[in-house]
């Protein structure tokens, strides 16, 4: 007999229950004050990138057009995005940023450099509600 989707994932609830609780992974302050650390450095990386520290072709800068990240609302991405066509997430946004004012390489979506600039983006809007698709 052929099961559906939905009662194989009931028999799977089922079965994750009848072995207990699972238990979150644990942390003490000093975990949460060294990631936090981390992280700022990598949002401190991400300001410089965006106030002239990436380097670009034509000595645009990222916060020429938008500074201290206003009017970037990454609380609305993944969204259609008129320069490109189709919904984005907010790095493939940075991207054409960075290839067009900028003038130029992209990068990787994985790239330190990347995950900087969105984290201070990310920081400098911080506490705003999520809003994804929203124009």
Aim: aromatic share 8%; hydrophobic share 35%; net charge neutral.
């Amino acid at each position: 007999m052929k099961r559906s989707k939905s009662n194989r994932w009931r028999a799977g609830c089922v079965a994750a229950l009848a072995l207990g609780p699972v238990q979150a992974d644990e942390f003490t302050q000093q975990d949460l004050e060294r990631w936090n650390q981390e992280f700022m450095e990598v949002v401190r990386e991400g300001d410089r990138l965006f106030h002239g520290g990436f380097p670009s072709k034509n000595t645009v800068s990222c916060d020429q057009c938008h500074p201290n990240a206003s009017n970037t609302h990454p609380e609305t991405y993944p969204k259609f995005q008129k320069q490109l066509g189709e919904v984005v997430p907010l790095w493939r946004m940075i991207n054409w940023c960075i290839q067009n004012p900028l003038q130029s390489e992209p990068l990787a979506a994985d790239d330190a450099r990347m995950t900087a600039l969105q984290a201070y983006i990310h920081w400098e809007r911080r506490g705003v509600k999520l809003e994804p698709g929203k124009h």
